[in-house]
């Protein structure tokens, strides 16, 4: 079975402040997706990593993929109250492309105005 | 913008009584798949489906869990005979491809099973 723990599963900050979350597999996987999940509501696609070592930004929001694609983390500058939600990594495995997610733990992000 | 439709939002149901979950997905998608998520537990992979045929599933989908594209437009998650343990939301979602492809996600159907 593939699991990915993320960390830390709650985190309460004050606006303004810089944040990292993190996720971790033991498993190699082709490509990282993140969503946001919002109470009530289906995941949202934040962005896909597929290349070991990628970095992409999504404006306050920076996104790592690990060399070794085991593990990927989110980092997010100046988090704002909109920021609050679940954030959800999943890993995408290659020989079924994203047929088969494997979801993540969660992190819960509170943003305190 | 197009979007995963999913119905009924909510449905509460004694244990042992057929479910049937609904969901319309993106137009012009290929692959539809259902997942799950138990309160407060991680979202878990049920079955995907593609080409009106099963093309994987977990161990969570058992004898009890079928799949069906009745039409060009809907595609349903049936729980013939429900347990207390069933009690989840499960989300419907579609993409247009499958090894680069996003998926789309619909809100959710939250089965209570008493």
């Known amino acids: 079975t593939q699991l990915l723990e993320q960390s830390p599963q709650f985190l309460s900050i004050q606006e303004g402040e810089n944040l990292t979350v993190y996720c971790n597999s033991s498993?190699?996987?082709?490509?990282l997706q993140w969503y946001r999940q919002e109470p009530g509501e289906g995941p949202v696609l934040l962005v896909t990593?597929?290349?070991?070592?990628e970095v992409k930004k999504l404006k306050r929001l920076t996104f790592q993929f690990g060399d070794a694609r085991k593990d990927s983390s989110l980092h997010i500058t100046a988090a704002q109250p909109g920021d609050t939600g679940l954030y959800l990594c999943a890993g995408v495995r290659s020989n079924f492309g994203n047929e088969k997610l494997t979801f993540g733990t969660g992190t819960r992000l509170t943003i305190i105005p | 913008e197009p979007e995963v439709t999913q119905t009924p939002s909510h449905q509460v149901t004694q244990m042992g009584q057929e479910v049937i979950l609904r969901c319309v997905p993106i137009?012009?998608?290929?692959?539809f798949y259902w997942y799950r998520q138990i309160l407060g537990q991680k979202v878990e992979f049920l079955v995907s489906?593609?080409?009106?045929?099963?093309?994987?599933k977990s161990e969570i989908f058992d004898d009890q869990f079928s799949v069906e594209r009745p039409d060009g437009s809907n595609f349903t998650l049936k729980i013939r005979s429900t347990k207390l343990e069933d009690s989840a939301m499960y989300f419907c979602?579609?993409?247009?491809?499958?090894?680069?492809?996003?998926?789309?996600f619909g809100e959710g159907s939250r089965l209570t099973v008493l």
């Open positions: 990593v597929v290349t070991g070592g």
């Open positions: 489906f593609y080409n009106n045929e099963i093309s994987e």
């Open positions: 137009s012009n998608h290929l692959y």
């Open positions: 498993s190699v996987f082709s490509s």
């Open positions: 979602a579609s993409s247009k491809e499958v090894r680069t492809g996003e998926l789309f």
